[in-house]
């Protein structure tokens, strides 16, 4: 799965073999409910979420959709992708896709039996981009609440990501109103850095790391997230989790809060890390492959402290440091809120008062948001440090005390080097080849009434 993303056209998908959350938690008795992006391959229906492990599905099949007319274009593809379980979603034509993800996630909620316990994965098209011809989108009344960020594609994001905002709110207050949020744990997790500085025709920061989405630097791999729940000890909440952890770690991790016994999980690359979160006990990783790709020639590897690179994508175009901070550096001091005023409007908010009904207080304070902001440290550029070419030679970093990849170590320390790089050979001896696909020709949406569907069930026997 690991080269390239899986197209509209492509006959795979993540292989049936494989257990996934879902599968795990039907076992622990949970009903589970999908909304928004699959992208896991749809060319015959047994790939799709309803037998993935889903009781439900609301959403979109490839990797990203128009927001109003959820149209996926793709090369010369062009059809419309939006679906309730196996049926075409016409019905939301028109309307923005984060509030129509919104809209259902209440009423998941609302239906859903309290008596059983629920996942529900919600997986936003929020902030990715749409098509090549408007690839930034949300409500005009939106854009216009941010009058003083001078550049409109910035202006745009932040319009997406108050939207999102919105959802989230909604959310905690669905659960309040079920009372189920006293016995509920909230993740947020990204799957990459941030298109930052026009990279698929986005406008997301990444500041003050290097790189972005899909490239082997920080600002691609080292992605934001938080947990919250009640079950979460008081002297635990609002505090900064430095403990290595990689996305396979969520299975296991959401499987021991759940209930379920790690131990009778097999074969997994991830580890739980549900005890270091509710009591802080010492992380089980200690080292992360970030990426193998043969095909482009790259790989990234972290093994405590220390990261290796080797390679690069896009020729070294987008290997740089992307901002802005929309911080004080950028002379925007002046539409910073105070503190205080903060603070009234995190309580005001529909979050805030659902965890006043639960008898809890936000603890998204000023301090936590400014702790949170001030996490990454770059240190300082060295002068005796060789400069990174990573089409060249292997690059090092000392990732703990430079996160934001300054200063190549690469050549001070040749023993670490080969340490790191016996691990990525290891790791590489059990690759297996990518599953890609050509393009199939009679996956085309204009054979399917424009619509992107299981294609391959409805031809004749081959």
Request: one cysteine or more; glycine letters at 8%; proline letters at 6%.
């Amino acid at each position: 799965m690991q080269h390239d993303v899986l197209y509209g056209y492509s006959r795979w998908g993540l292989p049936l073999n494989e257990t996934i959350l879902p599968n795990y938690f039907k076992q622990l008795g949970y009903k589970n409910y999908m909304l928004g992006k699959w992208h896991l391959g749809h060319f015959v229906k047994e790939y799709t979420p309803l037998y993935r492990g889903f009781d439900s599905h609301y959403g979109y099949w490839t990797g990203h959709q128009d927001y109003y007319d959820h149209t996926h274009v793709e090369g010369n593809s062009w059809g419309f992708d939006m679906r309730r379980n196996f049926s075409v979603e016409r019905e939301a034509f028109g309307k923005y896709t984060t509030r129509l993800i919104a809209k259902e996630t209440s009423q998941v909620i609302a239906n859903h039996n309290p008596a059983v316990p629920m996942f529900l994965y919600i997986a936003h098209l929020a902030v990715h981009s749409a098509n090549s011809h408007s690839p930034l989108q949300a409500p005009r009344e939106t854009i216009e609440m941010f009058p003083h960020i001078e550049n409109m594609d910035r202006r745009r994001f932040a319009a997406m990501v108050y939207e999102l905002d919105l959802t989230i709110g909604q959310l905690v207050q669905d659960l309040a109103t079920k009372k189920m949020l006293a016995n509920s744990i909230i993740i947020f997790s990204s799957d990459n850095g941030g298109p930052a500085a026009g990279f698929n025709q986005n406008a997301a920061s990444n500041w003050p790391l290097k790189g972005v989405k899909n490239t082997p630097w920080e600002g691609g791999v080292r992605a934001a997230g938080f947990v919250w729940s009640p079950v979460i000890p008081l002297v635990r909440r609002g505090q900064i989790m430095t403990n290595l952890m990689d996305i396979s770690d969520w299975l296991p991790t959401l499987y021991e809060a759940a209930g379920g016994e790690v131990s009778s999980l097999k074969n997994l690359d991830g580890v739980s890390q549900w005890k270091t979160i509710l009591c802080g006990a010492p992380s089980l990783r200690s080292h992360i492959l970030h990426n193998i790709d043969d095909q482009l020639g790259y790989a990234a590897l972290r093994k405590g402290n220390w990261k290796l690179v080797k390679g690069t994508t896009y020729g070294g175009k987008w290997d740089s440091w992307y901002g802005p901070s929309g911080r004080d550096d950028d002379h925007d001091e002046k539409n910073h809120m105070d503190p205080h005023e903060y603070k009234l409007k995190v309580k005001e908010s529909d979050a805030g008062r659902s965890l006043s009904v639960i008898g809890m207080t936000p603890e998204l304070s000023i301090d936590v948001i400014r702790t949170g902001v001030q996490a990454v440290d770059c240190g300082v550029k060295s002068e005796g440090s060789i400069a990174c070419e990573p089409l060249k030679d292997f690059c090092l970093f000392d990732i703990v005390n430079d996160p934001c990849e300054y200063n190549n170590l690469a050549h001070q320390k040749p023993d670490v080097v080969q340490d790191l790089l016996s691990l990525l050979n290891w790791y590489n001896g059990t690759a297996v080849e990518p599953l890609n696909t050509p393009p199939d020709p009679l996956s085309n949406p204009k054979y399917w009434n424009y619509t992107y569907t299981n294609w391959v069930d409805f031809l004749p026997l081959e």
